[in-house]
């Protein structure tokens, strides 16, 4: 349902920083272009008409952590799931994500993770685009795997990540690991000490003490945690651990699940007042049963799930995922804990977008930058995202 747009008409715009009313946004081709008052009664065909007052425009929303969606993983490594993960996810307001993965340890030649790249390349989506990867394990504390099955859980292998790094070139934005295990120390200086300055390490799935956290911290790559709270030690007042160190330290930013499950709302807050909205990142972790009907069994990395009661679990229970869309983050970190909206938004786009070394690309309304849009309406819900400058969803 792919739409060349000529630009967008805004009764208010937030870009995110500030706010604009009435104004027209052109678009020059792929990117944005000039940008100006614009009151007319009359709107040219081309350009999208956003001036409803029930409706409020921001720039396309940002996910830097998801598996998948629509029944539909990463894993599956077929052009079909990557059109399907890049409209379902469009259609909760984003135009852009990182596609997040990781490695089964019986694909010893990693041909399954080359067919990934493979059809990651070669695949022409009509949704959210695809900023590179995430790459969430193999290597982390098997303590801590939370949702993963003991088959993505691994040792430390340095030749191995060697031959990942070679394999992705630019396109490994991030890589989730547990500094602590065994050889963890240097599969994080191999991916936190390249010369170009790509792969952001971000600390998860993690046992690692306090102390160790904040040595870690100190470097410059390694200013990231996943998923916050979930999949480490818990906060005691006597052993803070990752957490506390990432609460305690301004340069550290931390990637939340914003769905009452993950996170209740006073979790949500006390990470707000702490971190704030430049230090902290809404994400979805979906999977592949996010956006199915509940009851609907999926094959996991964890096993088999299902959304139950809102939230995406394994059939022990046990929480594997979100049951998000993006535009469903911004809502609920909203209601659960009062954030106030051009923060959480903030948290949506811009924070994102510099978390992967992609804010001269996305993230924000300036000339030059993509032409993404994301058109809500008062209660939340998704109007329309604009990718490129195309209109790639409209309910």
Request: charged share 20%; with cysteine; aromatic share 6%.
């Amino acid at each position: 349902m792919q739409r060349q747009l000529g630009g967008i008409a805004c009764r208010r715009l937030y870009t995110p920083s500030i706010i604009l009313d009435n104004v027209l946004v052109l678009f020059e081709g792929t990117k944005i272009g000039p940008m100006g008052d614009f009151a007319s009664a009359w709107i040219p065909p081309d350009i999208y008409n956003a001036r409803g007052d029930d409706v409020i425009v921001t720039p396309g929303l940002i996910d830097v952590h998801v598996h998948g969606c629509g029944g539909a993983d990463f894993l599956d490594k077929s052009a079909g799931s990557l059109r399907t993960i890049s409209a379902t996810a469009a259609r909760g307001g984003a135009a852009s994500i990182v596609a997040t993965t990781t490695i089964p340890i019986d694909d010893a030649d990693l041909e399954g993770f080359a067919e990934f790249l493979h059809q990651l390349r070669n695949t022409p989506v009509e949704g959210a685009r695809f900023l590179g990867i995430h790459l969430e394990g193999p290597f982390i504390n098997p303590e801590r795997r939370g949702g993963f099955g003991e088959r993505f859980v691994q040792p430390a292998d340095l030749r191995k990540a060697e031959r990942i790094l070679s394999m992705c070139e630019a396109e490994l934005l991030k890589v989730t690991l547990a500094p602590e295990i065994e050889g963890g120390a240097d599969l994080v200086h191999l991916f936190a000490d390249l010369p170009r300055a790509a792969v952001e390490v971000s600390i998860g799935h993690s046992s690692i003490g306090y102390e160790d956290a904040r040595r870690w911290f100190r470097h410059g790559r390694v200013r990231q945690v996943t998923h916050a709270f979930n999949a480490m030690c818990p906060f005691h007042h006597r052993d803070p651990g990752l957490v506390g160190a990432a609460l305690l330290d301004d340069n550290v930013l931390c990637e939340m699940i914003p769905d009452g499950w993950h996170l209740t709302g006073p979790a949500i807050e006390l990470l707000y007042r702490l971190k704030g909205p430049k230090r902290l990142m809404l994400v979805t972790d979906g999977t592949a049963a996010t956006g199915t009907p509940p009851g609907t069994r999926i094959l996991s990395v964890g096993g088999y799930t299902e959304v139950r009661d809102g939230a995406v679990r394994l059939m022990d229970g046990a929480l594997a995922g979100s049951n998000l869309f993006m535009a469903g983050a911004l809502a609920e970190t909203q209601r659960l804990a009062g954030v106030p909206f051009d923060e959480a938004l903030q948290m949506a786009t811009i924070t994102p977008a510099r978390s992967v070394n992609k804010e001269d690309v996305v993230g924000s309304i300036d000339p030059g930058k993509a032409a993404d849009f994301c058109v809500l309406r008062r209660d939340g819900t998704v109007a329309a995202t604009i990718r490129d400058g195309l209109l790639v969803y409209e309910g």
